[in-house]
């Protein structure tokens, strides 16, 4: 069974820096593509980026490139996103999510953890 648990989130004032974690069952992360998605209250689950299941990539979505980065440990069976220059608008549940497919849809991926809070004060 995949299992996904984020951890990281928290409360950080605008521009500052916080550090996701996707803590994945073993081989999971080295044979599925790994998404990060957001999902703002009383908005619709927005694509953050994906890395593909060999390292490849990341891909991230436009508004987010320079500031998101997503890297991963193998041995730990670890995917992180590294969110700086945090806006307020970036508040949002995190989840973490792994595909066969290298996509930024969510309805392609198949399994998904249980998000994380991130909240960014002005």
């Known amino acids: 069974q995949v299992q996904l648990v984020e951890s990281g989130g928290g409360l950080v004032q605008a521009g500052g820096s916080l550090r996701l974690s996707c803590a994945a069952s073993e081989h999971v992360i080295t044979t599925h593509n790994m998404g990060w998605f957001r999902q703002a209250p009383g908005k619709e689950r927005e694509f953050v980026g994906v890395?593909?299941?060999?390292?490849?990539?990341?891909t991230y979505a436009d508004s987010l490139k320079g500031r998101f980065t997503i890297s991963r440990d193998v041995a730990k069976n670890t995917v992180y996103l590294q969110m700086n220059s945090l806006k307020p608008e970036d508040t949002a549940v995190y989840y973490c999510a792994a595909s066969k497919d290298y996509d930024n849809r969510s309805e392609r991926y198949t399994y998904w953890g249980q998000g994380t809070q991130v909240t960014v004060s002005s």
């Open positions: 890395i593909g299941w060999s390292g490849a990539g990341p």
